[in-house]
């Protein structure tokens, strides 16, 4: 059996349709980078699939630059976090309720672990999910994705239906060593003038996207996985790109951190500290930053973390 290339990110175009696809799949960039981490395995899971959001949506949307998809949540998960640029660089991070027990993931989707409820009010609180994307030479900007499904594709599914009236098919999986994600989308019109026919055809294309399991998208490659599907479709799979887990942090965007404290907060940290020993919760790297390196660094210009 022809094995899926894992750190991967591949385009592919239905010959005589007006829909693209992609396929995503992390594994030693997904292992590096949760390595460090001891993420329960429900945790470990949705981080991948957010990663592997994060590489399909910013292969879709054309930029240079970074895509940042982030969940914030008042249940027992508060932060989870993929960013992706556009040469394949991923990084991502989960941040948990302090004081969850380690069975309190299971058995519950994405909307159930970022909704937090107070006793005294006994309703739930919802979380949010953004996608920024700032791109050189452009204003960032940020979108809210709203929270229209149990999962992280269902969810961005319907944003794509609302936002950009594009039908949308996304499938993402995920286990401890590797993710996966494939996305399917109809252009604007091109080649299909029938109205009709280009509406059933995405119907069928729909259809039998949606008869793939998680399972099978980690395990077939992208040839053996399309052909399966869509039989009867000529589709054209272009060259992969690699993927790679890559974090970006530096010393210049640990002080854009420490500035965006504010000025009084820093001031007393300085007071109590006379180096701040600050450690990148992305990748673990460790930075010593004094008072003089940071005036150093703001002068040089910093850089948002
Ligand atoms: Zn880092």
Known sequence: MIKPMLDSSTRFVFVDADV???????GDSFKQMTASHDY????????????????????????EGRLTLQANGQGNIRLLMAEATHEGAVRGI?????????????????????????????KLVGGTLTVTVEALGRERYQSIVPLLGETLAECLESY?????????F???????????????????VQMEQDLAQRADRW?????????????ELIAKANSVLLQHLFVEENIQIFDATSVQFQCGCSEQRMAGALVSLGESELASLFEQHQTLALTCEFCGAHYDIDNKKLMRLVTEGVKPH
């Open 94 to 122: 989960a941040q948990l309720e302090d004081a969850a027990p380690a069975d309190a993931f299971r058995d519950k989707n994405l909307l159930q672990l970022l909704s937090g409820s107070k006793p005294s009010e006994g």
């Open 160 to 168: 794509f239906q609302q936002s950009e009236q594009l039908n949308t």
């Open 20 to 26: 693209r696809g992609n396929i995503v799949r992390l």
């Open 40 to 63: 329960p395995s429900e945790v470990q899971e949705l981080l991948g699939e957010f990663l592997a959001a994060a590489l399909l949506l910013s292969d879709i949307i054309k930029f």
């Open 170 to 188: 996304i499938r993402l999986s995920a286990d401890s060593n590797q993710a996966s994600g494939m996305l399917i989308q109809q252009l604007p």
């Open 203 to 215: 119907q069928t294309i729909r259809v039998l996207a949606g008869t793939i399991t998680g399972a």
